[in-house]
C-alpha cells in the first residue's frame, strides 16, 4: 500500500540551526502539507504546497520556514535557524485533491532543539 | 472561523464496553470531516471521511456518523489493540486540516 514516507525519524539539533526535513508523498498526490503538533497540544497546518508554489500558510511559518519540492519525489522542510519552541513532531501529508480527500500522513519526524 | 472540539479528552473502557467519542464543529461549509488514529510517536493514520449530515461509515468495530453540528464514532464491544488517541478534522477552505485535541482512549482486558 503506497505510503508517504519521512526522514530522519529523529532529529536533535543545537538552537540557531538549520534543519531539513524531508518527506516522500504519494507518487500520484498533488497537494501536499506539512503539519506539527508539540507535545501534548492538537496537529497545527504550517503549509499547503501545489503546483511547485505555497497555496497557504499559517502564521507559524514565518520568514525562518521554506519548502521545497526539488524533484519529482522528495518534499522538504527547512527550518534555517531553529528555537527551543521549534521542538515538535512534523508531520509531511498529501492527497490527490484540495477537497473532501482524505489526506495520508507520514509517521513524522521528532526534532528536538537543545 | 473554523473551530473542532472532542469530548471527553480521555477515555478509559473496559475490553466489550462500547461507547462514542464527540466531536463539535463549527465551519463555514463542510467540505469534508475526517477521522484519524494516532498512537504514541506515530502519524495520523487515516479512518473515515464524512460528507454530508446522515453518513454513516463502518470499519470492524468503529462507525463513524455526522450531523450537521457534530460527528460521533462509535466503538462497539472495544478491544486492548483500540487504545490510541482518535482525532477529527475538518476540510477548512483552502484544504488545510483544522484538528481537534483528540480523545485519547484506553480499553483495559
Known amino acids: 500500500e503506497p505510503e508517504v514516507t519521512q526522514t530522519p525519524s529523529h532529529q536533535v539539533t543545537q538552537m540557531g540551526q538549520e534543519v531539513i526535513l524531508r518527506c516522500v508523498p504519494i507518487s500520484n498526490h498533488l497537494y501536499f502539507y506539512w503539519y506539527r503538533q508539540i507535545l501534548g497540544q492538537k496537529v497545527e497546518f504550517l503549509v499547503s504546497f501545489y503546483n511547485n508554489e505555497i497555496s497557504e500558510k499559517s502564521e507559524i511559518f514565518d520568514d525562518q520556514f521554506s519548502v521545497e519540492r526539488p524533484d519529482g519525489s522528495n518534499f522538504t522542510l527547512k527550518i534555517r535557524s531553529t528555537k527551543l519552541e521549534d521542538s515538535a513532531m512534523y508531520f509531511c501529508a498529501s492527497r490527490t485533491r484540495q477537497a473532501q480527500t482524505e489526506a495520508f500522513f507520514g509517521q513524522g519526524t521528532r526534532l528536538t532543539v537543545v | 472561523e473554523d473551530q473542532v472540539t472532542q469530548s471527553p479528552e480521555a477515555l478509559r473502557l473496559q475490553e466489550g464496553e462500547s461507547s462514542s467519542l464527540n466531536c463539535s464543529y463549527t465551519?463555514?461549509?463542510?467540505?469534508?470531516l475526517f477521522w484519524y488514529r494516532q498512537d504514541p510517536g506515530k502519524g495520523p493514520e487515516f479512518l473515515f471521511t464524512?460528507?454530508?449530515a446522515g453518513e454513516e461509515k463502518e470499519k470492524e468495530r468503529l462507525k463513524a456518523t455526522l450531523t450537521k453540528k457534530e460527528s460521533f464514532l462509535h466503538i462497539t464491544a472495544p478491544k486492548p489493540e483500540d487504545s490510541a488517541t482518535y482525532l477529527c478534522a475538518v476540510n477548512s477552505e483552502g484544504g488545510k486540516l483544522i484538528f481537534g485535541q483528540g480523545t485519547e482512549l484506553s480499553v483495559k482486558p
Open positions: 464524512l460528507y454530508s
Open positions: 465551519v463555514s461549509g463542510l467540505r469534508g
